[in-house]
C-alpha cells in the first residue's frame, strides 16, 4: 500500500511537492489544506515555514493562529522550520524566537524539527511517513489465527474514513478489535483512542453514520 501525502497548492513554488512526485510508492495528492502545508497518511499534518517565514509569522502575531488551525485539524500536528531563524532579514531578539519555539512545544505541544534546505524537507516527510506507515503495520500485527491479507484488507477499509491514516486505523482495530465494533463505536468511545480528539471523532461518527442521499427508509 502506497504512503499518502498531501500538499497544499501553494507549497508548488517550493519545489518540494515536486520532490515528492518523484519517489516511488508515494501517492502524492495537491489540493487546498484547510490548515498547513502537509497532511501525511491522513493524520500527520505539517506546517512548514522557512526561516524568514517563521520570523515574519512572529513579528506578524499569526503563528499562533496557524497552529491552532492545524491542531483542530489533525490528530498529529508537526511544525517544520526550514532554514535558521536566528539568521534573517528581520530584527528581531533572540529570545522571542526561542520564546516563539517553546511555546509551539510546551504550550501547544506540537513537535519541531529543524531542515536545512528543501531536499532535506522533502526527505523529512517521506521519512514521516514511511516510519508512520511501518509502525502502522507493527501495532496491527496479526496473530496467528488471523490473515496478513485480512489485516491488510481491514486497515485499507477504515483508511477510507476523512482523518483515518494507516496509524489511527491500526490504532481503532486494536482498539475494537473489530470492524464492527470500530463502526458502532460511540464518539465517548472513539475519544479513548489515542490520536483521536473530539473534532475528529465527529467526523469519524458523523461520517459512518450518515444518510445514503435519497434513502427516506
Not at 464492527?180 to 489515542?194: D, F, G, M, S, W
Amino acid at each position: 500500500m502506497p504512503i499518502s501525502i498531501q500538499a497544499d497548492y501553494r507549497e508548488n513554488p517550493s519545489g518540494i511537492p515536486e520532490l515528492l512526485a518523484g519517489n516511488t510508492g508515494v501517492l502524492l495528492l495537491v489540493s487546498s489544506l484547510p490548515a498547513g502545508d502537509y497532511i501525511i497518511n491522513g493524520t500527520i499534518g505539517v506546517e512548514r515555514k522557512s526561516a524568514e517565514d517563521f520570523v515574519q509569522s512572529i513579528i506578524a502575531n499569526r503563528l499562533f493562529d496557524q497552529i491552532a488551525r492545524l491542531k483542530r485539524s489533525v490528530p498529529r500536528p508537526l511544525l517544520i522550520v526550514e532554514g535558521n531563524p536566528y539568521n534573517t532579514a528581520h530584527k528581531i531578539e533572540d529570545c522571542a524566537i526561542r520564546g516563539a519555539l517553546l511555546s509551539v512545544l510546551i504550550s501547544w505541544q506540537v513537535p519541531v524539527i529543524f531542515s536545512k534546505s528543501r531536499e532535506n524537507t522533502a526527505a523529512l516527510l517521506l521519512m514521516a511517513a514511511r516510519q508512520d506507515h511501518t509502525a502502522s503495520l507493527q501495532i496491527a500485527a496479526p496473530k496467528n489465527y488471523r490473515s496478513k491479507r485480512l489485516v491488510r484488507r481491514q486497515l485499507f477499509f477504515l483508511q477510507g474514513i476523512p482523518g483515518v491514516g494507516p496509524l489511527l486505523a491500526a490504532r481503532l482495530l486494536k482498539k475494537f478489535g473489530t470492524l464492527k465494533a470500530v463502526i458502532n463505536a460511540t464518539e465517548e468511545e472513539l475519544k479513548q483512542v489515542e490520536g483521536i480528539g473530539g473534532n475528529n471523532a465527529k467526523k469519524i461518527s458523523g461520517f459512518v453514520s450518515a444518510q445514503f442521499p435519497g434513502n427516506t427508509g
